[in-house]
């Protein structure tokens, strides 16, 4: 089943008058329970694609189709809702609500989506948990360190049981021990059948995806699929064999 799905999908910024093609002609797709890792140099139109796949920008032609809808043609307020529904999004720059405790900024969007103040709190809970960050629950975002932010920032994401989560280099300004407790969640919730887009400059980000899609000069220039395969005790152990 195609959770997401792009065609010919294109945004133009204008400077000073001048057109500047940061995404062209994106064809793209990602099937439910995914994880995709989209990779590249910096300016290759990463973050653009990813922005525009969660409605935060505009694009300038194509079509998004999400969860079998055409979505790209929806309003601002469309989009909110639809955000607020089927889509969790991390940023790298955390953007937590800072006159609301931890616990109240990974509540709130599962309360948004529907659930029962108790079902919230028990995801909240188990989120945080297994972010190490139980103690820091009531804790202002302006108490806590870049990496707890961001740990916050990603079960804020997944509260609401997203259909589909996108994340913008969520580990871009982490240490290497709350890169760990990252992608230990972000694992955890991929086995569990969460699908997943990611843009990372990150190898150990990648690693942990099923496809790295590789964008330079806003196009995809490699789409590969990374399939484990398990050898008996004794042997190389898990090989990565990376398909074109």
């Not at 099937?31 to 505009?58: C, N, Q, R, Y």
């Not at 996108?166 to 021990?177: F, I, K, Y």
């Amino acid at each position: 089943m195609t959770v997401l799905r792009t065609l010919n999908l294109v945004r133009i910024y204008q400077n000073g008058g001048v057109p500047v093609p940061a995404v062209r002609g994106v064809d793209f797709t990602v099937a439910a329970g995914e994880f995709v890792a989209i990779m590249g140099p910096s300016g290759s139109g990463k973050s653009t694609l990813v922005h525009m796949l969660g409605g935060l920008d505009a694009r300038t032609s194509g079509e998004i189709w999400l969860d079998g809808k055409r979505v790209d043609t929806l309003s601002e307020s469309a989009w909110a809702v639809l955000r607020r529904r089927k889509i969790g999004f991390v940023f790298q720059f955390y953007n937590l609500v800072t006159n609301m405790t931890v616990a109240d900024n990974v509540e709130l969007p599962a309360l948004l989506a529907g659930m029962s103040p108790r079902e919230a709190r028990e995801r909240r809970e188990y989120l945080l948990g297994e972010l190490g960050l139980t103690e820091r629950a009531y804790a202002a975002p302006a108490e806590l360190s870049g990496g707890e932010q961001q740990r916050v920032a990603l079960a804020r994401a997944l509260a609401n049981g997203p259909q589909l989560l996108l994340a913008d280099e969520p580990t871009g300004n982490l240490d290497s021990r709350n890169t760990r407790d990252v992608l230990k969640l972000l694992g955890e919730v991929h086995r569990q059948g969460q699908t997943i887009v990611v843009v990372t400059h990150d190898a150990k980000v990648a690693s942990k995806a099923d496809r790295v899609v590789t964008l330079a000069d806003g196009m995809i220039v490699d789409d590969a699929s990374m399939r484990r395969r398990r050898f008996t005790p004794g042997t190389a152990g898990d090989v990565v064999e990376l398909r074109g």
